[in-house]
């Protein structure tokens, strides 16, 4: 009879590294939030106190619209009476190339949110399984196995597995300071790409998320231009990854990169991709709509042959077609959706803003990025962890903290805020209220009893599993926490 | 420096060969009945056209699950926010038992163990993910689909060694070919992984045999390797036979729940049973909890739409729908088979006794000038320009023997069947030995044959295989 550990042994021999081993990043204490709200979800009669869902970067806001088309356009599906007469035809197409009215609608939408300022050409559309399937992709277009991608922190912690677990690829951080609003700057890239040569990782491109997931800002115009100039100078790719291009709501423009290369002189197009998606802007991730853009004749040719690994069913391909060519659909769609995220974000600073939390100002993607570094006890990861799971089950809110996002600093938070309704933001937001006065009450100077204000600030902490095993966010060598930063009262953080 | 990867620049998508040629040509000058008649048919595309009806009246009387809806209510939001890899439970479950089904439900498949994937393509090649190193070796029958050159071996860097099986005893499997296979990746310095092997089989349209089958389990018990059994064509069986899956094997051996059943694994797809290619739905099965955890991170590259779940599981939960939908499908494969069969044997032609599938192996030796490759593709140049016949040739499918072509018969209406096959004898009795065969001179041709594969059977190594295949 073989002994378990034996069995267990032998299975790992009988699977492949990458299946036994965790790059699939699925076992970083990040997924502990996800855990808790998974086995205690909110709900405001069934479950009032619940941990409220903050962890998840979707727009719910608008679904309202997009049912009511639906049902107002039984054509658009294959399988009503309306329509039934394309089903044989979209059932059997599995052509890579994509549905041409599928592609075509895809581009003009690509357009219109980049305000009409660029075409986009259809067949440089290729499908994927998701961004998610695209990021993979293009990985494997662009780079071998121990080949390197700068990514400039914080960034979604989902690349590490997107752009490394398969491909086989690293990771090069490109750190990025508060203290300048987390701008990319050009000595930073530069150092991350020495960083990268030294360690004899041949670096192949730069990633960049605009709008920035988890920040929510997007770059302006001479920054990108400093970006693509950047990767031309090395002859490096720049990935763009504009999935929330749509979701910008204040002031600011969303600048694509798409439009920044027409205004460089002798730009090395080739070196220049854009990954999309439907799952943000339109609020579809179930329907895997995911989009790489090349302006590389080549990659665009072979990414579709890739695109055999995770092609968008032919029913959702219609569907999507027939939805974004109806242009006032589309027109009224975006409109709406911006101002329901204005509206939802002002919602949630406001609130922060009566309990002087700071966040740093953006206007766009799904989320918020909270500073709560004045809440840490020492300026560390360990203290941002500790905070992090008060916060998760205490107060019982799943916000994401920026170690899983391989933020420089401790002590940044990224909220979620689209994928709630009213009420539950306004119970998130009373849960915070009532965490920080306790704070307060708990870290009052008392006079005459100094011991007693050292104990109740313990209070908080009293509940907490603290362990510090999982460093594995470290453990690539490329940065480490600073020396703790001197507190400072809570304020707003202004770029 | 180089700025794209080696997987571009190499031409490991497998797409140069002819198999895929074929198809562009196609592309260039598609036959329609109406508007180009003669254009190009295309026999070279294993669909399943044959029961969209059966489908299309199941829509007009489920109006809830065509309008994405339940109980008269629009769930249209809660589908376009599910991205659950797991996958919706219920469709899992319609999966398990239409599983099931097919295989006359004497073995039962565990909802938890499926993993979803976009499409077969992908599910092999997670799988690959899953059990191989990059140098990795999989032993497959030849001749086998084309397309496993790019699923399996593209972007994981796995390796194929063929098992060679040869027309003296219809392409059977059979230890010494295992034995040999093996020893042949020993030489070449591979690590087998495993074996793969798709049943029924595809391109020969035939189930594999339960002495192939109890061999195939035997022998990876022996070399503690894996087995991988593509299961996608299992709901066209259409002979008097039961499909036998490797499922039935295990059972019967009883190695349920053993060392041995964590290493044998099911491919399924509805792209074939149920003609929905386009709609990318695949799975794996698989008793190994481990690759169940490890490909249900992976399907996060190839998720099923989620709308796409939610109607096919409202259609396979039907169980009044998947029964008359099996017995129908299998009746209209079997009619339009025997028209294939019956077609070519006017022309002279014979092909493999197929009991599944949606094509036929057919044996065109008798009409190439000399028993060789570059002869096959010559032929298949005539078939494909001036025929206008996209059929496929067996070297794009590996097989050791030249002479061989795979034609598919599920994909066209009757009429235009029965057009390719008078092309096809129009090109036949133009030709030489067209000349020589009439319908009643078919005997002579049949023990000609038997003559010929006793003297030119030989065994090519596998790398000296077409190179444009690499």
């Known amino acids: ?495 | 420096m180089k700025q794209l990867s080696t997987k571009v620049t190499s031409n490991g998508h497998g797409q140069d060969s002819s198999y895929f040629l074929g198809w562009e040509e196609y592309e260039k000058n598609p036959y329609d009945e109406i508007t180009n008649p003669n254009g190009m048919i295309q026999m070279g595309l294993a669909e399943n056209q044959l029961c969209f009806d059966l489908i299309e009246s199941w829509l007009a009387k489920n109006p809830d699950a065509a309008s994405l809806k339940r109980n008269g209510q629009s769930i249209f939001k809660e589908l376009a926010l599910f991205q659950d890899y797991h996958g919706m439970p219920e469709f899992k479950k319609a999966m398990a038992e239409f599983m099931e089904e097919i295989r006359g439900n004497r073995v039962t498949f565990d909802p938890k163990k499926i993993v979803l994937a976009a499409g077969s393509t992908s599910a092999n090649e997670t799988l690959i993910f899953c059990l191989a190193e990059p140098g990795d070796a999989f032993l497959l029958p030849t001749p086998y689909y084309p397309g496993f050159d790019r699923d399996l071996k593209w972007r994981t860097g796995a390796e194929i060694v063929p098992i060679h099986c040869s027309s003296s005893n219809g392409f059977q499997i059979t230890e010494a070919a295992l034995q040999q296979a093996y020893q042949q990746a020993q030489k070449l310095d591979l690590k087998v992984k495993g074996v793969l092997v798709t049943n029924p089989s595809n391109p020969l349209g035939t189930a594999l045999t339960r002495r192939e089958l109890n061999l195939l389990v035997d022998f990876i018990t022996s070399k503690n390797i894996h087995l991988i059994s593509d299961e996608i064509y299992s709901g066209t069986m259409f002979g008097f036979e039961q499909f036998i899956s490797v499922m039935d094997v295990l059972k019967d051996k009883k190695l349920e729940n053993t060392e041995v059943s964590k290493r044998v694994h099911v491919v399924y797809s509805l792209s074939k049973d149920l003609g929905l290619p386009g709609f990318r739905v695949g799975a794996i099965y698989s008793n190994d909890e481990m690759i169940v955890s490890a490909a249900t991170k992976m399907s996060s590259f190839g998720l099923v739409s989620s709308q796409t779940q939610y109607l096919l599981s409202a259609l396979l939960s039907d169980k009044k729908f998947t029964s008359q939908y099996l017995e129908e499908n299998q009746k209209r494969l079997k009619s339009r088979q025997r028209r294939l069969v019956s077609g070519l044997e006017a022309a002279g032609i014979t092909s493999l006794r197929s009991n599944a599938g949606l094509f036929c192996w057919v044996d065109m030796r008798h009409l190439l000038d000399t028993n060789t490759f570059e002869a096959e593709l010559e032929l298949w140049k005539k078939i494909v320009y001036n025929v206008k016949l996209n059929i496929s040739p067996g070297s794009s499918c590996h097989c050791t023997e030249p002479g061989w072509f795979r034609v598919c018969f599920a994909n066209m209406s009757e009429d235009t069947l029965d057009l390719a096959l008078k092309r096809l004898k129009t090109f036949v009795e133009s030709t030489d030995c067209g000349r020589m065969i009439s319908r009643s001179s078919h005997e002579r041709l049949k023990s000609l044959r038997k003559k010929t594969v006793s003297n030119w059977v030989f065994r090519v190594s596998w790398s000296d295989r077409v190179p444009d295949e690499r």
């Open chain 1, 1 to 495: 009879m073989v002994s378990l550990a034996t069995e267990k042994k032998q299975d790992l021999n009988l699977l492949s590294r990458i299946a036994s081993g965790d790059g699939h990043g699925e076992n970083s204490s990040y997924f502990e939030g996800w855990k808790a709200y998974e086995e205690n979800p909110f709900h405001p009669i069934d479950r009032p106190d619940g941990v409220i869902q903050m962890g998840l970067a979707e727009n719910q806001l608008c679904g309202d619209l997009m049912r009511k088309w639906v049902i107002e356009h039984p054509e658009a599906s294959i399988c009503t009476e309306q329509g039934v007469n394309q089903f044989s035809d979209i059932a059997i197409f599995q052509d890579y190339h994509g549905l041409p009215e599928f592609r075509q609608a895809v581009a003009k939408f690509m357009e219109k949110t980049r305000n009409n300022r660029v075409k986009f050409d259809p067949d440089r559309i290729v499908m994927s399984g998701g961004a998610t399937g695209a990021h993979e992709t293009v990985a494997f277009c662009l780079a071998n196995p121990g080949d390197g991608f700068l990514v400039p922190t914080p960034y979604y912690p989902g690349f590490d597995r997107d752009l490394r677990w398969r491909t086989g690829v690293n990771l090069v951080p490109v750190t990025c300071h508060s203290s300048d609003g987390f701008k990319i700057t050009v000595e930073a890239l530069e150092d991350a790409y020495e960083k990268a040569l030294l360690s004899n990782i041949p670096v192949k491109g730069l990633l960049m998320t605009n709008p920035s997931n988890p920040l929510g800002t997007t770059l302006d115009r001479e920054c990108l231009k400093s970006l693509v100039n950047f990767t031309n100078e090395k002859r490096i790719h720049l990935i763009a990854d504009e999935i929330y291009a749509a979701t910008t709501f204040g002031q600011s423009e969303f600048i694509s990169v798409a439009e920044v290369i027409e205004e460089i002189e002798d730009c090395n197009r080739d070196l220049i991709h854009i990954v999309y998606s439907l799952s943000k802007d339109m609020g579809l991730p179930g329907f895997r709509v995911g989009i790489i853009y090349s302006y590389n004749d080549r990659v665009v040719q072979i990414a579709r042959k890739m695109s055999s690994f995770g092609l968008v069913s032919s029913q959702t391909q219609r569907l999507i077609a027939k939805m974004l060519s109806d242009e006032d659909f589309v027109d009224e769609f975006i409109r709406e959706s911006k101002l329901r995220l204005a509206a939802r974000h002002k919602e949630l600073t406001t609130g922060l803003d009566g309990l002087g939390i700071g966040w740093l100002k953006a206007e766009a993607g799904l989320f918020l990025w909270m500073d709560l570094r004045n809440l840490l006890k020492t300026a560390t990861f360990d203290s941002e962890t500790e905070l992090w799971r008060v916060i998760v089950h205490q107060v019982k809110l799943n916000v994401s903290p920026g170690g899983s996002f391989h933020c420089h600093e401790p002590g940044w938070f990224r909220v979620c805020f689209a994928n709630m309704d009213h009420k539950t933001m306004e119970t998130a937001l009373e849960r915070i209220r009532v965490f920080t006065s306790q704070l307060e009450e708990e870290t009052k100077p008392v006079a005459a009893a100094p011991m007693m204000a050292k104990k109740k600030k313990k209070c908080w902490q009293s509940n907490l599993r603290l362990s510090f095993s999982d460093k594995r966010r470290f453990d690539d060598g490329f940065f480490s926490p600073h020396s703790p930063v001197p507190p400072s009262p809570l304020v707003r953080a202004q770029t």
